[in-house]
């Protein structure tokens, strides 16, 4: 007798555990179908979206790089004019500071020249330096041109180092716009993509309201 009603609660137990299980199964299917169906019903819409993200940040990228081969030939049009400039800095530096017209040659010629006759030999050269007796004294003089021939480097040394130091600052504010403008249109796409996804998410599952 109680093997009959063990045998007969085990049953119903049995079959307890089968219905619920059933009722999950079927719960399963129909959470599982209803997401497929909002996944293929609203994922061409997502990719809609998604591609006009694309084709924006395509537009802007297509915007900055016109932008910068507009800028660039001006940049190099102002610097090249900057070059220019520097070498006739250099050009007439070179000729002020030029102590005689050649090596050789100048030990004949007269104390005192005739009037006219520095023009011919160029304008802007230095005079020669001499000693107390009226000679030529070239150690002096070869001195002092290297003189200043090294302030002349010094400062075309300072001027490219400048001109370096603002090479590179507008390298790096055009590098740095560049990459906010992309950061900005990753985070706007991350964003939509976050979006879709947790409405999705939402109406399937029932844990939120949308």
Known sequence: MFKILDSVRLQDEIDRLNARCKAHEQRFRSSRSSFEHRVFSEFPSALGRLGDLDARAEKCTVELYGAMNTAVPKLETRLQALVDERDED?????????????FEGELDT???PPVGANKAKGIGKITRIRTRDGEPDDLAQLAKFEQMADEV???????LARLERKIDIENLKRAVGFWAIISVLTLILAYYVGQT?????????GWCQV
């Open 90 to 102: 250099v050009e007439e530096m070179h000729k002020r500071t030029s102590p005689w017209l050649t």
């Open 153 to 159: 480097e010094e400062y075309l040394q300072e001027e």
């Open 110 to 112: 007269p104390k005192h």
């Open 197 to 205: 996804l947790w409405r999705t998410a939402c109406r399937v599952t």
